[in-house]
């Protein structure tokens, strides 16, 4: 059983608990991160989501992201999820900002990171990921343009493509 903190719309930590899969009482949030993953030659990480995943199975993702556990602040939960579904331990995260989801109830903090790994050291994370691809920043220009990002991303990322000139 997932546990998460809850949080009122302002990202205010309260005493509630909150269940995954379980209803989330009016007025309250869980709290979630994700992390683009640059590479210091200029390339992004796409993960392949596992084609079982009720939400856009089998896309690519320019991120790695999930909710944050019970206890966790945003910077334990994108170091924690990045290596979870990459296997890449980093511990310098830049913040690019919040984003509110009413509908979910989710308030979503968004990062980007730049590693220096072995670019096949990628470690895929059963029943998440199926497979990935470092995407040239040619590529991953067109990725953002292409309609094929899922949509929340493009979304959450828009300002950060935007201040790079990625968006067309």
């Known amino acids: 059983m997932e546990k998460w903190n809850a ?16 209803v989330i009482p009016k007025g309250l949030y869980f709290m979630a991160c994700g992390v683009l993953v640059r590479h210091v030659d ?8 596992a084609k079982e995943k009720i939400n856009f199975g089998g896309y690519f993702e320019a991120t790695a992201h999930g909710a944050a556990q019970l206890g966790e602040n945003k ?7 990045l290596e979870e579904e990459t296997g890449i331990r980093c511990n310098e995260f830049k ?17 980007v990171c730049t590693v ?8 895929l ?38 201040q790079l000139g990625y968006i067309r």
Do not use: A, H
């Open 75 to 81: 910077y334990e939960c994108v170091k924690r999820e």
């Open 42 to 49: 200029g390339s992004f990480l796409c993960m392949k989501r």
């Open 116 to 123: 220096d790994c072995d670019k096949n050291s990628i470690r």
């Open 125 to 162: 994370q059963e029943g998440e990921t199926e497979g990935y691809v470092w995407m040239s920043e040619e590529e991953f220009t067109d990725f953002v343009n292409s309609g094929e990002m899922i949509p929340m991303q493009y979304k959450r990322y828009y300002e950060y493509f935007k």
């Open 7 to 22: 949080y009122t719309r302002d990202g205010q930590r309260t005493d509630e608990i909150l269940i995954r899969g379980e």
């Open 95 to 111: 913040e690019l900002g919040t984003d509110i989801d009413d509908e979910s109830q989710c308030i979503f903090q968004g990062f």
